[in-house]
Antibody, heavy 120, light 107 residues
């Protein structure tokens, strides 16, 4: 079964660092794009960026460039999203999603999401 | 950056009725348009890609049409499990990928 398993919910304080994960299984992790998508409370979907694990090619949204770091470790079939200094406005659900086999921009399979709460 | 605009924001429909959702791109995205469904408390799910191709396992009551800047998602006969928020997203010459603001289909 093809699936993406995301790490669990996090509660952090402003200024903390954080790294969340997304582990793929049941498919060739190296060869398909992984996207990260933010959903703030009660709001819509925002694309943050994509990574191609095979060569670590990364595409960032201009809105998130410099605010987060996307990475992947293909040896453990896992993609990561990290922050060096969280803000309250980073409170959201973060989804990873796998690009389709033929088109990386089609988000064919989604993880269940990681809830990140940033509060003092 | 290509902007995606969905209308209406909320659509009130009775079970068994037809629902028509619209998505407009600020410039042509050809057929590079996907639709997603998100139910409360769940992750989004891919419904349609290539503007009109149903994803695996998606019922035939869901259909997509359009090209260029104007797109439509039609649900031919709404079932109780179809009440959700629907998002369009373009993937033409990405990055970036851009989502519309969503249409909530409610009873």
């Amino acid at each position: 079964e093809v699936q993406l398993v995301q790490s669990g919910a996090e509660v952090k304080k402003p200024g903390d660092s954080l790294k969340i994960s997304c582990k793929g299984s049941g498919y060739s992790f190296d060869n398909q794009w992984i996207a990260w998508v933010r959903q703030m409370p009660g709001k819509g979907l925002e694309w943050m960026g994509n990574i191609f694990p095979g060569d670590s090619d990364i595409k960032y949204s201009p809105s998130f460039q410099g605010q987060v770091t996307i990475s992947a470790d293909k040896s453990i079939s896992t993609a990561f999203l990290q922050w060096s200094s969280l803000k309250a406005s980073d409170t959201a659900i973060y989804y990873c999603a796998k690009g389709s086999t033929y088109e990386g921009g089609v988000l064919a399979l989604w993880g269940r999401g990681t809830l990140v709460i940033v509060s003092s | 950056e290509i902007m995606m605009t969905q209308s209406p924001a909320t659509l009130s429909v009775s079970p068994g009725e037809r629902a028509t959702l619209s998505c407009r791109a600020s410039q042509s995205v050809s057929h590079n348009l996907a639709w997603y469904q998100q139910k409360p408390g769940q992750a989004p799910r891919l419904l349609i890609y290539g503007a009109s191709t149903r994803a695996t396992g998606i019922p035939a009551r869901f259909s997509g049409s359009g090209s260029g800047t104007e797109f439509t998602l039609t649900i031919s006969s709404l079932q109780s499990e179809d009440f959700a928020v629907y998002y369009c997203q373009h993937y033409n010459s990405w990055p970036p990928l851009t989502f519309g603001g969503g249409t909530k289909v409610e009873i």
